[in-house]
């Protein structure tokens, strides 16, 4: 299984990002799809979910801001960022569970400055 994570970068406040993970290795219409993140100094966070129905679910801090998503076909997630805070500054993981185990991508990096 394989989770690699792309997208990250530096935007100003206000700005927006799109994350990218592409899965494989696992049967990616099956799974839920999950993002988190870690600030520095910060427990890892989870962001939002996304079953595989397409049922989503948010933090309270991106709800409104984020919103996740799932193709099916290329076997990709996405997390939309919009009106991008400093706080959102993180590490951005993707991760999922398969056959029992977690697995969790390498990381992108968000920095949130002017």
């Known amino acids: 299984v394989q989770l690699q994570a792309s997208g990250g970068g530096l935007v100003q406040p206000g700005g927006s990002l799109r994350l990218s993970c592409k899965a494989s290795?696992?049967?990616?219409?099956?799974?839920?799809m999950r993002w988190h993140r870690q600030a520095p100094g910060k427990q890892c966070e989870l962001v939002a979910t996304i079953t595989s129905t397409g049922s989503t679910n948010y933090t309270d801090s991106v709800k409104g801001r984020f919103t996740i998503s799932r193709d099916n076909i290329k076997n990709m997630m996405y997390l939309h960022m919009n009106s991008l805070k400093p706080e959102d500054t993180a590490v951005y993981f993707c991760?999922?569970?398969?056959?029992?185990?977690?697995?969790w991508g390498q990381g992108t990096l968000v920095t949130v400055s002017s």
């Open positions: 991760a999922t569970h398969y056959r029992g185990r977690a697995y």
């Open positions: 290795g696992i049967i990616f219409r099956l799974n839920a």
